[in-house]
């Protein structure tokens, strides 16, 4: 197949299918273990500078923001960061200068509430790099291919664009059909974490509502860790194993974070905390309010629980689970 | 005739391009007011499918992002992204919403950055799955703010394809049938010529003349001799409207 054109961003997160089978070979236990640890203990363990790193979730919605917190905490520098719809993850981890290499689906915006002030001045201050574009269907189909085991998927998305030329992937001749036909790259991330509704201490996961792209990208990454709303006994994921998304092989961790989305919506939980989302989008402003914000809510608590102290505790999570829930009051 | 908002007035008038037993990709702010609106009124057989995986939601009250649990309330499948977007790629979804920050006259549009890409001006937020839903739907509406930066005659950087560079063009590249279908402003609304592809005037909102269409565009519109007035919103559609956004967020606050 000859290429009839190459996309000129900047290729992160591929791995040859060989090296990669050879690093699940090496690395992948599929011994039954028991894999709980801490935040703090998952983030140092498994999370190096320099990784190249992907969240579950969408947006604001089912987002690990525990290990967000704990990577900034633990200074994490020079991460590559799947921009798959990131949304308070990435301008968090980019503002608190963790993240400083991003591909981008959908970044530095809030969708509805407008864009990101503080990582959108990071990258027009060139402190954080656009290293390539993509769009979100070709990013979960990176990592599909990621978890085939294959170096490409063939897609029809992005000819023409020049979200195609500033990507990775390239244009060739269809052997089948005779036209022009996109081959997105595999991806396999260093380190993708994920928040549940329950796991059990193995890593066996259930997510309710939609999975989004977490199928794929629990499957693709290299080490992955789970942040769970509750730990439960292994027979209640074994009662019901077709509400399982992720098998156990696949997790290095296991950490139960009740809330461990806030201020993200949790399906069937809790919805956004508005107030803590605006808090943040008004603070971010400045440079001076990003310090400000961090100095409180993710430097000065030693773990996500006095978080949650601070952002109004159980009382707080009551209302927000109320808004959720009226959401799903009968008509 | 009610009184409406000119953004109440956007939402009628893009809920009125969509048909009912139709499927439709929704995105956040004005696109799902619109489908809501229309599933509400004349097309309750409208499948509403949002990318991050909820298909058939009835949602009771605007979400406020395209993965949140509103989107797949009362769904028939709360599924996942690589099933979506197969279903668009393999000629399912009918229409797709889309906004932009700016537009050319072939339709094709930006939402990644204004000025260069290596050193952005502004940097925005990129595809998302804008170029997904223009690859792959049948017909896009495109809603957004006309004005004279916007509405370009050529774009500094193409996110998501409409016609390319006119007739044939989204063949020559390899993209599927498809392509925008409307564009919808709060100054009017055009389709596109179907020789040419270019950007046409289809209607004109009440109160706006055709100087008010030229004067905020810096694209050569194709202007017909005869121009109609959009349609206006109906009292019961302001009131549907009223209810799947009570806090405004959207519509804005009265």
């Given amino acids: 197949m000859d290429i009839i054109e190459e996309g000129k961003g900047k290729l992160v997160g591929w791995c040859d299918p060989d090296e990669h089978r050879e690093w699940v070979r090496k690395n992948k236990s599929r011994a039954l273990v028991d894999k709980r640890m801490s935040v703090k203990d998952a983030v140092s363990k498994f999370i190096k500078d320099g990784d190249f790193i992907a969240s579950g979730g969408f947006g604001h919605v089912r987002v690990s923001m525990a290990i967000v917190y704990e ?40 969708e509805l509430r407008g864009l990101s002030p503080a990582s959108r001045r990071k990258v027009q201050s060139g402190e954080c790099k656009v290293v390539a574009e993509i769009t979100n269907a070709a990013y979960q189909w990176r990592f599909l291919a990621g978890m085939m085991g294959i170096p490409f998927i063939p897609a029809r998305n992005m000819m023409g664009t020049d979200t195609f030329k500033k990507s990775s992937a390239k244009m060739v001749k269809c052997p089948f059909s ?25 890593g066996n996961s259930q997510i309710e509502g939609i999975i989004v792209e977490d199928f794929e990208l629990a499957r693709s990454a290299k080490r992955l860790i789970i942040t769970c709303e509750e730990i439960v006994d292994e027979e209640v994921i074994r009662e019901k194993p077709y509400h399982t998304t992720i098998p156990f092989y696949f997790v290095d961790a296991v950490v139960e974070v009740k809330y461990g989305s806030h201020p993200g919506n949790m399906p069937y939980r809790y919805y956004f905390d508005e107030e803590h989302i605006k808090m943040w989008l008004d603070m971010s402003k400045t440079d001076d309010g990003v310090e400000k914000y961090l100095d409180k809510y ?34 | 005739m009610a009184k409406y908002t000119p953004t109440e007035l956007l939402a009628y008038i893009a809920a009125s391009t969509l048909e009912d037993g139709k499927s439709v990709f929704v995105g956040t702010g004005l696109p799902m007011i619109a489908a809501m609106l229309a599933q509400r009124t004349f097309a309750p057989n409208l499948l509403i499918i949002f ?98 930066d916007k509405f370009v005659d050529r774009l500094n950087f193409i996110t998501t ?20 279908y409307r ?51 109906d009292e019961k559609s302001l009131n549907v409207l009223r209810e799947i956004d009570p806090n405004g967020f959207v519509i804005g606050k009265k």
């Avoid at chain 1, 601070?310 to 999570?317: D, P």
Wanted: proline share 5%; aromatic share 8%.
């Fill in chain 1, 71 to 110: 990577i900034i905490r633990q200074k994490k520098r020079n991460l590559i960061m799947a921009g798959k719809t990131a949304v308070h993850d990435i301008d968090l981890l980019v503002a608190s200068g963790c993240v400083n290499e991003v591909e981008v689906a959908y970044s530095f915006g809030h």
């Fill in chain 1, 178 to 202: 005779g036209k022009n036909i996109v081959l997105i790259p595999s991806a396999n991330p260093d380190v993708v974490f994920i928040h549940v509704h329950r796991a059990d201490k193995y």
């Fill in chain 2, 51 to 148: 990318e991050a995986g909820g298909i058939g939601p009835k949602p009771p009250v605007l979400p406020i992002s395209v993965g949140d649990s509103r989107t797949f309330y009362r769904a028939v499948c709360a599924s996942s992204m690589h099933d979506v977007m197969s279903q668009a790629q393999s000629g399912y979804i009918d229409y797709g919403f889309l906004g932009a920050a700016m537009i050319d006259k072939y339709g094709n549009i930006n939402t990644t950055v204004i000025g260069d890409w290596e050193k952005p001006k502004v940097r925005l937020p990129g595809s998302g799955g804008a170029n997904d839903i223009g690859s792959f739907c049948f017909r896009t509406v495109i809603i957004m703010k006309q004005e004279k």
């Fill in chain 2, 183 to 233: 564009v919808i402003t709060q100054l009017g609304v055009y389709d596109f010529d179907e020789e040419t592809k270019r950007l046409r005037l289809l209607s004109i909102h009440p109160g706006v003349s055709i100087e008010d269409i030229k004067n905020n565009s810096s694209m050569e519109i194709i202007i017909p001799s005869k121009v109609e007035v959009s349609k206006e919103p």
């Fill in chain 1, 298 to 331: 993710v430097y000065g608590v030693s773990d996500f629980s006095e978080y949650l102290k601070l952002i109004g505790g159980e009382e707080k999570m009551k209302k927000l689970s109320d808004i959720e829930k009226l959401n799903f009051r009968e008509e």
């Fill in chain 2, 161 to 180: 394809p409409g016609y390319i560079d006119g007739p044939n063009g989204r063949k020559k590249a390899g993209l599927s049938e498809g392509g925008p």
